[in-house]
């Protein structure tokens, strides 16, 4: 089993930016994710990235100001976060994938998840 610990989140105004960290322990972690979760929303995918780094993906509300990477020998994956809006607003969890090789955008193709970090936006 692998634990997922986020960190970097706070309070930010608009246009900041902001950079998560998900660190890993337990074992190595394959294809992984982040999403976020806003109050009363439901969980929605912000991005993916592949075991090696080389294939990412993202939401199209955050394509263009989200970059997520991985440092496989940290066992860290990051969310670098820029041009932030108030409707970034939310919990920001990262996730590992079920398996790898696909794009993984459900919540239930995810098996391990952390805690979530906050993230709140001003305008």
């Known amino acids: 089993q692998v634990q997922l610990v986020e960190s970097g989140g706070g309070l930010v105004q608009a246009g900041g930016s902001l950079r998560l960290s998900c660190a890993a322990s337990?074992?190595?972690?394959?294809?992984m994710g982040w999403f976020r979760q806003a109050p009363g929303k439901e969980r929605l995918f912000v991005a993916h990235i592949s075991y090696g780094g080389g294939w990412t993906f993202y939401a199209d509300a955050v394509k263009g100001r989200f970059t997520i990477s991985r440092d496989n020998a940290k066992n860290t994956m990051y969310l670098q976060m820029n041009s932030l809006k108030p409707e970034d607003t939310a919990v920001y969890y990262c996730?590992?994938?079920?398996?790898?090789?696909?794009?993984?955008?459900?919540?239930?193709?995810?098996?391990?998840w952390g805690q979530g970090t906050q993230v709140t936006v001003s305008s």
């Open positions: 996730a590992a994938q079920v398996g790898s090789g696909w794009v993984a955008v459900r919540v239930y193709e995810y098996a391990e």
């Open positions: 337990g074992r190595s972690v394959n294809d």
